[in-house]
């Protein structure tokens, strides 16, 4: 039996998303949630390897402990950079992972610092990804398996990144040959579904200056993978109101609460399945951290899908930013300035794209990721060479930028300059 601790921190909130009219907490029964929550951030700093999945979940859960939220997000930066700078292994479910815990705690997945080091966890899944659905047209089977995939797909999705779009349309093609997995797995379709409702309720992802619509017959694609999946996880309910097995419930559960549009509100047993994972609790069954933070974001009402509603800011001011560029060193010289307009917090790529936007004649310019970040490779047609040892330097006034234009936060009224360069 779990020891029922008075609690300092706030109760989680009573009621669950309605979708039966009844699902929710009783009274009598909300401090065994506590206790699973207090439990789960009791973990934090014991184990050798942090856990996203428990960040994740305290942070769907409300953020009941900042100290152990603040151990969590150093601990996943460091590890996450130390995975990447000493080729360890990591996945792509694990890199997804990963994006949706710090993104939970409002961190940038963009710009993860660590041990004096900086790496871009977005374009890592990118590429992991990109990985994963050329093993898929090749083998019919990716290089992981579906699982990762689809959370590649929901963290890609809730970054808004293009890359979303075409490993969305792979897992749903997927879902409707009955590929995900050798047998019906409920974990699978959970998240499968999940990510899916992210496409095809954004209707569009932006990439970096591209908008991709994922309308016509591929919107018809998801949506037809998202009703067969749905199916499948109604199918594997149990009288009792296990879905699949009791540790595959919390992400069903989650599931059906997101799509709970696209089903009869009679076919599924919400009631019957909170009740169930209610009894569960002070046997013990979710004393496993990684089993307990699956369920609680059920338990309050929430999905992953609500990741990125967690640290959406309001009323941000915008600032202006004046872009000059400059070559006095090869070819004809040339020299153009200009005021843009971007939101107080965006970083220098953005005023570029939006140099560009406004002016794609003197402004246009080309950039490639890696781990470490973006980096420039020419402006208004004119490119870095090595073998000249020339590149794009960026400056603050007469001060060269420390930080690249991935990671660089303009103040209002800065200067920033482009000067073509010699190393």
């Known amino acids: 039996m779990l020891p029922l601790m008075v609690s300092v921190f706030c109760l989680l909130a009573v009621s669950i998303r309605d979708v039966s009219g009844l699902c929710s907490i009783p009274a009598n029964q909300q401090s065994l949630v506590t206790a699973l929550l207090h439990q789960m951030i009791r973990s934090v700093g014991t184990s050798g390897l942090p856990n996203p999945s428990v960040l994740l979940a305290m942070n769907l859960a409300g953020k009941p402990d900042?100290?152990?939220?603040?151990?969590?997000?150093?601990?996943?930066?460091?590890?996450?950079?130390?995975?990447?700078?000493?080729?360890?292994?990591?996945?792509?479910?694990?890199?997804?992972?990963?994006?949706?815990?710090?993104?939970?705690?409002?961190?940038?997945?963009?710009?993860?610092?660590?041990?004096?080091?900086?790496?871009?966890?977005?374009?890592?899944?990118?590429?992991?990804?990109?990985?994963?659905?050329?093993?898929?047209?090749?083998?019919?089977?990716?290089?992981?398996?579906?699982?990762?995939?689809?959370?590649?797909?929901?963290?890609?999705?809730?970054?808004?990144?293009?890359?979303?779009?075409?490993?969305?349309?792979?897992?749903?093609?997927?879902?409707?040959?009955?590929?995900?997995?050798?047998?019906?797995?409920?974990?699978?379709?959970?998240?499968?579904?999940?990510?899916?409702?992210?496409?095809?309720?954004?209707?569009?992802?932006?990439?970096?200056?591209?908008?991709?619509?994922?309308?016509?017959?591929?919107?018809?694609?998801?949506?037809?993978?998202?009703?067969?999946?749905?199916s499948g996880i109604l199918k594997a309910q149990k009288s009792d109101g296990v879905i699949g097995n009791i540790y595959s419930t919390g992400l069903a559960a989650q599931a059906l609460t997101a799509v709970s549009d696209i089903y009869p509100v009679s076919d599924w047993n919400c009631p019957m399945t909170m009740a169930k994972v209610l009894a569960e609790i002070p046997e013990d069954t979710f004393s496993l951290p990684m089993a307990a933070s699956q369920v609680l974001p059920f338990l309050k009402g929430k999905t992953y899908l609500d990741v990125t509603s967690i640290c959406v800011p309001e009323n941000v001011p915008d600032i202006r930013v004046e872009y000059t560029v400059i070559n006095d060193l090869v070819g004809n010289s040339f020299k153009f300035s200009i005021w843009v307009t971007v939101s107080e917090g965006s970083v220098l790529l953005d005023v570029l794209e939006k140099a560009e936007q406004v002016n794609p004649k003197e402004f246009s310019f080309t950039s490639e990721n890696s781990s470490m970040g973006t980096f420039v490779t020419s402006i208004h047609g004119l490119a870095g060479s090595s073998n000249d040892r020339t590149y794009w330097q960026f400056y603050s006034g007469t001060a060269p930028l420390k930080e690249g234009v991935g990671t660089y936060i303009p103040k209002n009224n800065e200067h920033i300059l482009a000067i073509y360069s010699k190393y």
């Open 66 to 230: 900042v100290a152990a939220e603040k151990l969590l997000v150093q601990q996943l930066k460091e590890d996450a950079v130390q995975k990447l700078l000493n080729d360890q292994s990591f996945s792509s479910g694990q890199v997804a992972l990963y994006i949706l815990a710090l993104r939970s705690s409002c961190e940038n997945p963009f710009k993860v610092s660590a041990l004096g080091k900086t790496i871009d966890l977005v374009f890592v899944l990118d590429e992991k990804m990109k990985e994963e659905i050329a093993h898929i047209e090749k083998y019919q089977s990716p290089l992981t398996t579906y699982y990762p995939v689809a959370l590649g797909v929901l963290a890609l999705c809730e970054e808004g990144n293009k890359a979303a779009y075409p490993a969305a349309e792979t897992l749903a093609k997927a879902a409707l040959n009955n590929q995900l997995d050798a047998s019906f797995s409920v974990d699978t379709a959970s998240v499968a579904d999940l990510a899916l409702t992210c496409i095809f309720n954004g209707k569009s992802i932006t990439g970096v200056g591209t908008v991709v619509d994922i309308s016509g017959q591929t919107r018809s694609t998801v949506k037809e993978a998202l009703s067969v999946l749905t």
